[in-house]
């Protein structure tokens, strides 16, 4: 099973948005709207910040927001802050009852 | 609230064994699957395996690469899930998590929520 595809690196100004691509196949992303997006900061464990496709955990800024079309999915970010610098992974489950995560894409906040 | 604590990890030597503890605390620890996930230094998350409850007879599920070298296990009376690892080499270098698996209500709906702090493998001679 290889990673989902994901941009290594993204940046942005603050108060700008960005998106963050996540692209799979018919066989993880492309088979279930069911992706999920995790936070991570240098030396912490990763956050959950949405799942299924475009929900928000309670206490996650809804300037987090994702969506879905075939088989990419899209993590949008809006109103930058120099808090959400960080790594940030798409998550799928797969046909194989597997797990599988994009490469990661850092976001930096000029 | 909701916590997981890992524990066990080291330095071992290529071909030995390690076994990583998850301690839960403020959820019904029987009652939730457990996924482990590593990440080596630099690199990205993989997904390395889960267990399952009781009601599934404690399913478990590996990577490919691990498969048949990796133990997923449980304790539901220390509420603490374990990964035994064997025949361990260089590859296997990094920091392991473990999460808890959330279920949604479809088929492939699920997240991990919350993980833990992680615990660092280093295999090395």
């Known amino acids: 099973q290889s990673a989902l595809t994901q941009a290594a690196s993204v940046s942005g100004s603050p108060g700008q948005s960005i998106t963050i691509s996540c692209t799979g196949t018919?066989?993880?992303?492309?088979?279930?709207?069911?992706v999920s997006w995790y936070q991570q900061h240098p030396g912490k464990a990763p956050k959950l910040i949405i799942y299924d496709v475009s929900n928000r955990p309670s206490g996650v800024s809804n300037r987090f927001s994702g969506s879905k079309s075939g088989s990419t999915a899209s993590l949008t970010i809006s109103g930058l802050q120099a808090a959400d610098e960080a790594d940030y992974y798409c998550m799928s489950y797969t046909t194989s009852d597997t797990w599988v995560f994009g490469g990661g894409t850092k976001l930096t906040v000029l | 609230e909701v916590e997981l604590v890992e524990s066990g990890g080291g330095l071992v030597q290529p071909g030995g064994s390690l076994k990583l503890s998850c301690a839960a605390s403020g959820f019904i620890f029987s009652g939730s699957v457990i996924h482990w996930v590593r990440q080596a230094s630099g690199k990205g998350l993989e997904w390395v395996g889960q267990?399952?409850?009781?009601?599934?007879?404690?399913?478990?599920g590996y990577l490919a690469s691990v498969k048949g070298r990796f133990t997923i296990s449980r304790d539901e009376s220390k509420n603490t899930a374990y990964l035994q690892m064997d025949s361990l080499t260089i590859e296997d270098t990094a920091v392991y998590f473990c999460t808890r698996h959330i279920p949604g209500h479809g088929i492939g709906s699920n997240w991990f929520d919350p993980w833990g702090q992680g615990t660092l493998v280093t295999v090395s001679s």
């Open positions: 018919s066989s993880d992303v492309g088979r279930y709207n069911y």
């Open positions: 267990i399952g409850t009781e009601r599934s007879g404690h399913a478990t």
